[in-house]
Each structure stands twice: as C-alpha cells, then as structure tokens.
C-alpha cells in the first residue's frame, strides 16, 4: 500500500495537497495502523466530499463489503463485476457515494485480496470506503461537511496487514473494532414476526389469531413482533390503518399478557411523500443543494425522503415516536432502512452524513433505554454501540434466488451473508432474517429449508420465525424444534469459497459440531478431518451426521443446497459433587463438560 | 429445612420385606412416617432449583427418596417365629432429575443431555453394584398422571433391590431355558428390515415388539449383545440418547399430547453379574388411544397374562409415521 504516492512506514509526516494538509501518523500494531488528520489550510470554509488518502494493488480476486445490513460481504472478481454492474443504477440503497461506481467498484470499511488486509476501525466521522478501478483499489473516505479555515478533522483510523488465513485476519479486525467502539452487550432472542407470512396485509385480527396460536403449539417464544403494515404511514409510526382499529397500545398489552417481549417494527429515519408528517414538516428533510428535499429510495410505491436527524425539532420528533412506543409496553425495536439517515446532502447542522447518522441513533437508543433495538437496512459501522442485533444479511425468501447477489431477497444470500459476516458477531448480535419453518407455500426444498433454518441456529444470532402458525404441520415444527438444539454454542466459519464453507460449532446444546454448507450447484464433498483440529477432537473420536444419525466414516458428501450436520460422538466427562439433604439425605450433583472439577 | 417446616402426619412405622411362600416373591411393606415438608411456596416445583429437593441450580442429580421403601440402613426387624420370613429393607430408592428445566421433558430434551442422563444412569449404576447385597438395581421413569407422576418436572427413579425382583427372575429363567444364544440378539436378527422397526440407529433398534404386552409399547435394544450401560461405548451411549429421544418425541405427537408411560430400564443383576443378559429398554404406555387407558385389572394383575387391544404391526405403524425431533 502507498499513501500519497509513498510506501508504508512507520513515523509521522504531512502531506499537502491543494489546500488541505495531511497529518499522517503509522504505528506497529499487528501490522500498520494509520491515523490521518486533515486541516483546511485557507481561510475561507471549503466544503469537502471524497478524498482519496492511498492505494494499494490487488490480486484478481477480492473479499469486498458493502457499507449496510442488506449489501453482500463475500468474494468479487472486479473485473467481472463491474460488467454487471455497468448500466445498474446505483442507488442510495447500494451506497452513501453512488457515483463513485461510475467507475469502479467500492468496498466499504474493509476490503481484503489474496494476502492484504486494509479495514477502517470505524465510521464515526466520515464514511471510508476502498475504490477498485483498472486493478488498482484506492483508499478514500468521505466527509460530505465544510471545515471551517483551518480546521482540523481526524479521519477513522485504518487497519492494513497480510494475512494467511482471511478468517483469521477479520476475526482480528472484528476485534480490533470492537476495542474502538462501545459495543452493546446483548443475548440472541427467540421470536415471531408477522413479516414473511402476512407482509402488509397484516392485521388486529390475524396478528392477535397468531399470538393465541403461538401458545398452543408450545413454542416458546421469547419475542412476538410486529413488521410492517400497522402504520397509516410511512412516517406517521403512531397512528394506525384501519386493519388496526384499537392501537399500538392494545396489541402491546395483549403480548404481555402473553409474558413475551412486545416488538415493533419502524423506518425512523424514513418519511414518505403520502404521510402528514412530510405535509407539514418539509424542515424535517435533507436536501440538495437547491433546498429541494432528496428521495433516499422509493418503496411502497411512493417516493421517501430522509430525516435529517441534526435538526434539534426532527430529533424531537423521533424521540416522541419512542418514548410513546416506549409507554405503550414495547420492549424491543427493530428498525429499518436506516441508510436513510445516512445519505448525503444539505442539513440543519454543519455535520457529516455519519455524524447525523449517528446523532439520530443516539437519539433512539438513549430514549429506549435498556429496550433491544435490531438495526437493519442500516450503515454497519456507525451503528456499533447503539443497537443490539443488526441485520447483517439480504431479506431471506421463500425462494432460493440463487442468481443475483446484489441485497435482493433471496434465501440463499441472506445466509451466505450470514456465514461471511458471521465475524461481526463481536459487535452485536448477528440478525440473519428470519427462518421459516413451513413446509407448504414454500419455493425452498427440503434441504434448502433445513439451510434456512438450522445455519442460524448454529450461527447462534436471533433466531426469529416468520409463519402462519396454523399451517404448521407436526413435521415443520419438529424441525424447527430439532434446529433448537443447536443454539447455544460459539461458532466460527471457514470459507472455501463465496458458496462453501464450514461452521465449527462448540457448546452448542448438542455439543460440539462440524457443519458444512454448501450454497453452490453441484455436490461438494470434503473430510471431517480436515475440521477436526478446530474442536480440539482426537482423530478416533466418533461423529455422526444429523438428522440420519449415521456414523460419519471422515468422508462427507454435501448436495447442492444444503447442510450436513456433523454431531461429536466422544466420551463425555460429567463433574460429580457429593453433597448431604438437610436430614442426612446423599444428593450427587452431575454437571457436564461446560463445568469444569473432578471427573466422574 | 428445619424441623418446624415438617407436618407430622403419621406415627406407624413399618418397613421390612416379606416372602410369600405362596407365589415365591418378596413384597416390600413401606409405611414409614410420612413427614411432608412444606413448601416456601404452595404451587412451586419442589424439583426445581433452589425449592426443596436441591438447595442450587444443578445440571443433573440423584438423591435419595424422602420416602425410600428401601435404604442402606434399614430399621432392625423383627424375627417372625413362624411358616412367615422376613427380611430387613435393605436397599436404596433415588430420584433422579433429568434437567434443571422445568417444562422439559425427554422429548425435548437435546440429545446431550440425554447423553449426560445416561452417564448419570451409569455411575448410579456403578456406584451402587458396589454393595455386595444388592441384587438388582433398576431405573426407571413414570411419566404422566395416568402411571402415577405427581411432578411433571422431568425426571425418573432407580431402585436398588436387595433380591431378583419376580419378573427379572422370569428373565433369568427364560434365558435359561432359552435353546438359542440369546434370544434378544435372535429378536434383532428377525426383525432387522421389518414394519416392526420404530427406529434404527448404529448401534441400537427401537420396536414394537410381536409379542408386545401393552398398546404402543416399545423397546430398545443394543445390537452387540451387552448387559449394562457401563459396557457401552461413547458412540453407543450416544446412539442409546438419540433412540430415547425419537421414542418419545414420537409418542407425543402421536396423539398431539403429553404422553404418558412407564420406561424401565433392564440391566444384568449384580453380585453376581450374568453375562448372558441382554440389556434392553421397555416403553409401557397405558394408553390405547387418544383418551382411553388400559388398566391393569384383574387377569393382569391376577394371572401376569396380559390382552393388547392393539395389534403390534399396526402400533409399529403408527409410530414409524409419527413425526419426531432429534
Ligand atoms: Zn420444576
Ligand atoms: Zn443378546
């Protein structure tokens, strides 16, 4: 890598270009650690947008990011891509810089090739990104904010070294991030959501008719949520549509009364051209140049434009939203297309896209509390510290969607997505949408359900259902009970490829597990022994495969579009503890390998 | 637990074993005083952690009955100077809690922790065959009011007997008199491939067997010819939990209820041991369908001759179509 045209070293030096002047310092931390400050030099206020700090070469094959919950994270060939992106309109969905893939191909926050790994430590200020053109990968960040003459503004710190293994190499940069930044500390919750069974047409009526269900079968749901398809609109999160005659307050109670966590679903950062909110609240928006308030993206068929949360009124505004939410009984938030608040333009205040971002997350997370928010549609790293679980994924599918890899739902890359961004795990819990236990109304196999719903459960991030719960058959909740059992554990994944990889799980209910997902088209088989030394196993410790239970012989063979499950079958050590009843009574307490002490 | 928390509800005490020359059987009299301790709360689990039985949270535990119809240090007896023998109580009766959970069960139970139940049967097992006077000792689980549970938080018991119980006595006389090798091992042979077979595993079958004595009654058998749980392999014990957990999640969804059985569990006696036991699992589940149950009346209890009102192939059909969890 050179910045500013000069290879890496260690020290301090400056830069100028123009009129502005770089402060570059580079410290020895696990390789090169590289802080920059930038100063306006001239005594007027400039306003800067894309910088370009570096660039570096790279082998044909990259592992690229996108910057929010819904982009993919996996192995891109450039020069491929670029033909397929060519006559896509990039949309603020894709990227908070669209015109940078004009030209080229961007990587936000990390990017790694066959040997070199660059990632920013956060996005707290700008957004930093890695530009690939013609074989070159430029190093930028962008600020979208005047500095005032001779202001300085520190840029997010960056993290560059060679790696052997990728998984390695980003389970560090997982934790070199979450030093950095105050990480909220939460456990994966156990839920239903009304989303992939009902859509928008969810109402009072079937929403109530799910929760009496949910009792019956016995689940034990930790979470039941309402998604979309409650409000009047987009924007107007308080009042209802007619399909919800009595309120938010009425369905929050009723969940409680169910003793689970009521959950409710927003685009906070959202406000569609059709609610009363937009009507009489046009100082509420971004906007250009002109003062023309800026569609973020359109969806429900209406245009919708971004709050800008540096306006002391619109963060009013949002608080109001989640206090009342907040006094209606709601306890766990999830809220969505929160790249809105990101999007560059014209705000109330002299503040960066990120930093508004930010602002307006604060916000809801300071007035919710100790509630739990899911962020998703949301920019990944200037959410860290304010949500618990984020969606780190495309919307799942009934369907495999197996061609197009660009956040669409599709079942088959919202768990890829899963497994390659399985490492952000350290900075929240991971959201890898929801499984679907359902057997019938479905486009997926059943290998492809057991895909579906037995990788997040080995993921061990929120694992939320979405179904009618009365279309269920005894053998779609059996299934979704047996996936259970394999919560619990802490798991990391090895990649293959951009469609094979391999969880090794350990601790999970079930024990210690081996699993090998296959996303591609054709068979795939492997050995167990290549994994083994990952659980710490002895070589003549049995396994067996889930749900067969036959013994694994070291060679696995994993069909397209599916899971083979591999359970530990060795010798388990119980701890016993001899202990006496208050009338003199033996009692032994057995504990299992979790517990550590004598061996029975 | 202090004395004030105790209700003294009874002052008879008796417990000794008797034979009766009659049927050649010991019968073991138990009317020790019942002390019923009292709850912190009147609808708290006295299985659960912290209540009564366990002062902590605890993963697995066995402990002793605190009302055992037998225990290590009986009362003295008195002699009977007649045709009647007596003998002391000697014995142990223990609980044994499967999980710390509350509403589990094992059918839902994961298969680890039914792996651990087994280890916990095992060193039971071990620890007391220690005792040169026990003679049997046999674990078991009731599950469901119909079979008398009181609790519904999971767990079972194991007796340790100071004799062979009358029916493992059977066993041993018909493996005598059997001409074969071992007609568990000729049992597996027959059926290998057949409707009868509920679940295969590795190393372990599951069947409703052609000479079933009860309904839906099930039993697991380990292939190799073993006796006890401490001869088998970790992969054994754990294709045994696997076989457990199919059997009864596959009673549940049988009639979509909380069904009821008897599980016992049959190992060799000890002291001496008998190579020529096969070790096996019974399934009792009183009930013939979804509502009715089939009682131990009169020609059950009065001659052991038992009437299935269900044909065997047809339960085995049943239940191989059920749907299960693993
Ligand atoms: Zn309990
Ligand atoms: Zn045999």
């Given at each position: 890598?050179?910045?500013?045209?000069?290879?890496?070293?260690?020290?301090?030096?400056?830069?100028?270009?123009?009129?502005?002047?770089f402060?570059?310092?580079?410290?020895?931390k696990?390789g090169?650690?590289?802080?920059?400050?930038?100063?306006?030099?001239?005594n007027?206020?400039?306003?800067i947008?894309?910088?370009k700090?570096g660039?570096?070469?790279?082998?044909?094959k990259l592992?690229?990011?996108?910057y929010?919950s819904?982009?993919?994270?996996?192995?891109?060939?450039?020069?491929e891509?670029?033909?397929?992106m060519?006559?896509?309109?990039v949309?603020?969905?894709?990227?908070p810089?669209?015109?940078?893939f004009?030209d080229?191909?961007?990587?936000?926050?990390?990017?790694?090739?066959?040997?070199?790994?660059?990632g920013?430590?956060?996005?707290?200020?700008?957004?930093?990104?890695?530009?690939?053109?013609?074989?070159?990968?430029?190093?930028?960040?962008?600020?979208?904010k005047?500095?005032k003459?001779?202001?300085?503004?520190k840029?997010?710190?960056l993290?560059?070294n060679?790696?052997?293994v990728?998984?390695?190499?980003?389970e560090?940069y997982?934790?070199?991030?979450?030093?950095l930044?105050?990480i909220k500390?939460?456990?994966?919750?156990?839920?239903w959501?009304?989303w992939?069974s009902y859509?928008?047409?969810?109402?009072?009526?079937s929403f109530?008719?799910?929760?009496?269900?949910?009792?019956?079968i016995?689940?034990?749901?930790?979470?039941?949520?309402?998604d979309d398809?409650y409000?009047?609109?987009v924007?107007?999160w308080?009042?209802?549509?007619?399909?919800f005659?009595?309120?938010?307050?009425?369905?929050?109670?009723k969940i409680?009364?169910s003793?689970?966590?009521?959950?409710?679903?927003?685009?906070?950062?959202?406000?569609?051209?059709?609610?009363?909110?937009f009507?009489?609240h046009?100082?509420?928006?971004v906007?250009d140049?002109?003062?023309?308030?800026?569609?973020?993206?359109?969806?429900?068929?209406k245009?919708?434009?971004a709050?800008d949360?540096?306006n002391?009124?619109?963060?009013?505004?949002?608080?109001?939203?989640?206090?009342s939410?907040?006094?209606?009984?709601?306890?766990?938030?999830?809220?969505?297309?929160?790249?809105?608040?990101?999007i560059p333009?014209?705000?109330f205040l002299?503040?960066?896209?990120v930093e508004?971002?930010?602002?307006?997350?604060?916000?809801i997370?300071?007035t919710?509390?100790?509630?739990h928010?899911?962020?998703?549609g949301?920019?990944?790293i200037?959410?860290i510290g304010?949500?618990?679980?984020?969606r780190?994924?495309?919307?799942t599918?009934s369907n495999?969607?197996?061609?197009i890899?660009?956040?669409?739902p599709?079942?088959?890359?919202?768990?890829?997505?899963?497994?390659?961004?399985n490492?952000?795990n350290k900075?929240?819990?991971n959201?890898?949408?929801?499984?679907?236990?359902r057997?019938?109304?479905?486009g997926?196999t059943?290998?492809e359900?057991?895909?579906n719903?037995?990788?997040?459960?080995?993921?061990?991030?929120q694992?939320?259902?979405s179904d009618?719960?009365?279309?269920?058959?005894?053998d779609?909740?059996?299934?979704?009970?047996?996936?259970?059992?394999?919560?619990k554990g802490?798991?990391?994944?090895?990649f293959l490829?951009?469609?094979?990889?391999?969880i090794?799980?350990?601790?999970s209910?079930n024990?210690?597990?081996?699993?090998?997902?296959?996303l591609s088209?054709s068979?795939?088989?492997d050995?167990?022994?290549?994994?083994?030394?990952?659980?710490?196993?002895?070589?003549?410790?049995?396994?067996?495969?889930?749900?067969?239970?036959?013994?694994?012989?070291?060679?696995?063979?994993?069909?397209?579009?599916?899971?083979?499950?591999?359970?530990?079958?060795?010798?388990?050590?119980?701890r016993?503890?001899?202990e006496?009843?208050?009338d003199?009574?033996?009692?032994?307490?057995y504990?299992?390998?979790?517990?550590?002490g004598?061996?029975? | 637990?202090t004395?004030?928390?105790?209700?003294?509800?009874?002052?008879?005490?008796?417990?000794?074993?008797?034979?009766?020359p009659?049927?050649d059987e010991?019968i073991?009299?138990?009317?020790?005083?019942?002390?019923r301790?009292?709850?912190?709360?009147?609808?708290?689990?006295?299985l659960c952690p912290g209540?009564?039985?366990?002062?902590?949270?605890?993963?697995l535990?066995?402990f002793?009955?605190r009302y055992?119809?037998?225990?290590?240090?009986?009362?003295?007896?008195?002699?009977?100077?007649?045709?009647f023998?007596n003998a002391?109580?000697?014995?142990?009766?223990e609980?044994?809690?499967f999980?710390?959970?509350?509403?589990?069960?094992?059918?839902?139970?994961?298969?680890?922790?039914i792996?651990?139940?087994i280890?916990?049967?095992?060193?039971?097992?071990?620890?007391?065959m220690?005792?040169?006077?026990?003679?049997?000792?046999f674990?078991?689980?009731?599950?469901g009011?119909e079979?008398?549970?009181?609790?519904?938080?999971?767990?079972?018991q194991?007796?340790a007997?100071?004799?062979i119980?009358?029916?493992?006595q059977?066993?041993?006389?018909?493996?005598?008199?059997?001409t074969?090798?071992?007609?568990?091992?000729?049992?597996?042979?027959?059926e290998?491939g057949?409707?009868?077979?509920?679940?295969?595993g590795?190393?372990?079958?599951?069947?409703?067997?052609?000479?079933?004595?009860f309904?839906?009654?099930?039993?697991i058998?380990p292939?190799?010819?073993i006796?006890?749980?401490?001869?088998?392999?970790?992969?054994?014990?754990?294709?045994l939990a696997?076989?457990?957990?199919?059997?009864t999640?596959k009673y549940?969804s049988l009639?979509?209820?909380?069904?009821?059985?008897?599980?016992?569990i049959?190992?060799?006696?000890?002291?001496?041991?008998?190579?020529?036991?096969?070790?096996?699992?019974?399934?009792?589940?009183?009930?013939?369908?979804k509502?009715?149950?089939?009682?131990m009346?009169?020609?059950?209890?009065g001659?052991?001759?038992f009437?299935?009102?269900?044909?065997?192939?047809?339960?085995?059909?049943?239940l191989?179509?059920?749907?299960?969890?693993?």
């Open positions: 890598m050179k910045l500013f045209g000069r290879p890496l070293d260690y020290g301090k030096r400056k830069e100028k270009i123009g009129f502005l002047e402060n570059l310092s580079i410290t020895q696990d090169y650690e590289i802080e920059v400050e930038i100063e306006n030099t001239e007027e206020p400039k306003f947008k894309d910088l700090i660039e570096f070469e790279v082998s044909e592992f690229m990011n996108n929010q819904w982009g993919p994270c996996t192995f891109v060939k450039p020069q891509m670029i033909k397929v060519n006559g896509l309109s949309n603020f969905a894709a990227s810089i669209p015109w940078e004009k080229g191909i961007v990587s936000d926050y990390f990017i790694a090739d066959d040997k070199t790994f660059a920013f430590l956060s996005s707290e200020t700008t957004h930093p990104y890695f530009k690939w053109h013609d074989g070159i990968v430029d190093v930028k960040v962008y600020i979208g005047s500095l003459p001779h202001e300085k503004i840029i997010e710190p993290w560059v060679d790696f052997s990728l998984e390695d190499a980003l560090l997982a934790n070199k991030v979450g030093e930044n105050m500390r939460s456990e994966p919750l156990f839920g959501e009304s992939y859509y928008l047409n969810i109402s009072q009526d109530l008719k799910e929760l009496e269900k949910s009792s019956e016995g689940m034990k749901y930790e979470l039941f949520q309402i398809g409000e009047k609109d924007g107007d308080l009042r209802t549509n007619e399909k005659p009595e309120g938010l307050d009425f369905l929050s109670k409680k009364k003793n689970m966590i009521p959950g409710i679903w927003t685009a906070p950062f959202s406000i569609s051209e059709t609610s009363s909110i009507k009489y046009k100082d509420f928006l906007k140049e002109n003062g023309s308030p800026i569609v973020a993206y359109e969806n429900w068929n245009k919708i434009y709050v949360t540096s002391p009124d619109a963060l009013f505004w949002l608080g109001e939203i989640f206090s939410l907040k006094s209606y009984g709601y306890e766990f938030f999830k809220i969505d297309f929160l790249f809105a608040g990101m333009g014209n705000r002299n503040v960066t896209p508004a971002y930010r602002m307006g997350m604060k916000k997370a300071d919710v509390g100790n509630s928010i899911l962020g998703c949301a920019p990944l200037p959410s304010y949500v618990n679980s984020m780190i994924g495309s919307d599918s495999w969607n197996g061609t890899d660009i956040g669409m599709s079942a088959k890359y919202s768990i890829r997505n899963a497994l390659s961004r490492f952000m900075w929240w819990v959201d890898p949408d929801c499984v679907m236990a057997s019938q109304d479905t997926l059943s290998k359900r057991m895909v719903l037995y990788v997040p459960a080995l993921l061990n991030g694992f939320l259902e009618f719960l009365d279309k269920l058959s005894d779609d909740l059996h299934l979704m009970v047996g996936a259970f059992n394999f919560r802490r798991s990391n994944v090895r490829d951009g469609e094979r990889y391999v090794i799980t350990k601790n209910i024990g210690d597990i081996i699993s090998f997902v296959n088209d068979d795939w088989k050995k167990v022994e290549n994994y083994k030394n990952l659980l710490d196993k002895k070589v003549n410790e049995f396994f067996v495969l889930y749900p067969s239970m036959k013994n694994v012989k070291n060679e696995v063979k994993i069909d397209p579009h599916s899971v083979a499950i591999v359970m530990h079958r060795g010798k388990r050590n119980l016993r503890d001899d006496k009843e208050d003199g009574r033996d009692i032994h307490y504990w299992g390998e979790e517990y550590d004598t061996k029975v | 637990m004395e004030e928390t105790y209700i003294i509800i009874g002052v008879k005490n008796m417990m000794e074993l008797r034979y009766n009659i049927t010991w073991i009299i138990s009317s020790e005083t019942q002390k301790p009292v709850l912190p709360q009147k609808e708290a689990c006295p209540i009564l039985e366990m002062k902590h949270d605890y993963d535990t066995a002793d009955n055992p119809a037998l225990r290590m240090d009986p009362p003295e007896i008195y002699k009977a100077d007649s045709i023998k002391p109580s000697y014995g142990k009766c609980v044994i809690m999980t710390s959970d509350h509403n589990s069960s094992l059918s839902r139970m994961p298969i680890g922790q792996e651990k139940l280890y916990v049967w095992e060193d039971r097992t071990r620890d007391l220690k005792h040169d006077e026990i003679k049997y000792i674990p078991f689980e009731n599950r009011k079979v008398g549970a009181s609790q519904i938080h999971p767990h079972g194991l007796y007997f100071p004799f119980p009358k029916r493992i059977s066993m041993i006389d018909a493996i005598d008199k059997y074969g090798e071992c007609a568990i091992c000729d049992v597996i042979k027959a290998a057949t409707e009868s077979i509920v679940y295969e590795e190393y372990f079958v599951a069947l409703v067997p052609y000479f079933a004595r309904p839906y009654e099930v039993h058998y292939k190799r010819h006796s006890f749980f401490m001869d088998m392999t970790p992969p054994e014990k754990f294709d696997a076989a457990l957990k199919v059997v999640s549940d009639f979509h209820q909380e069904f009821p059985y008897m599980m016992e049959f190992q060799s006696p000890v002291n001496p041991t008998m190579e020529r036991f096969h070790f096996h699992i019974e399934f009792n589940p009183p009930k013939r369908d509502v009715n149950v089939k009682w009346a009169s020609v059950e209890t001659t052991w001759t009437i299935n009102p269900l044909t065997p192939s047809d339960a085995a059909k049943s191989k179509s059920a749907s299960y969890t693993i």
